[in-house]
Nanobody, 115 residues
Framework: QVQLVESGGELVQPGGTLRLSCAAS????????MRWYRQAPGKERELVAG????????NYADSVKGRFTISRDNAKSTVYLQMNSLKAEDTAMYYC????????WGQGTQVTVSS
């Protein structure tokens, strides 16, 4: 069956870095665009970054441009989110999403930015 398993979230100080990973299985990974979303308590889920199936095209929310980088390794069926210069407002549950004709979601990984 389809699985998306996120990892890498943890408590980090402001200005710190984290790298999130999302390991996929159960579908043709390189046929799907992949996205990272996040949801903070009391807020709606928002799109953070997206990447095309081949990895040739990416897009970012304005709030993370220049700080976050999305990438993928199709040989490993894994998508990454490199997060630099983290801020308190980046605190959220981060979700991996695979989308083509159908949409699949992971369970999320918690990122907390606090001193």
């Amino acid at each position: 069956q389809v699985q998306l398993v996120e990892s890498g979230g943890e408590l980090v100080q402001p200005g710190g870095t984290l790298r999130l990973s999302c390991a996929a299985s159960g579908f043709t990974f390189d046929s799907y665009a992949m996205r990272w979303y996040r949801q903070a308590p009391g807020k709606e889920r928002e799109l953070v970054a997206g990447i095309s199936g081949a990895g040739s095209s990416t897009n970012y929310a304005d709030s993370v441009k220049g700080r976050f980088t999305i990438s993928r390794d199709n040989a490993k069926s894994t998508v990454y989110l490199q997060m630099n210069s983290l801020k308190a407002e980046d605190t959220a549950m981060y979700y991996c999403n695979a989308i083509r004709l159908r949409s699949y979601w992971g369970q999320g990984t918690q990122v907390t930015v606090s001193s």
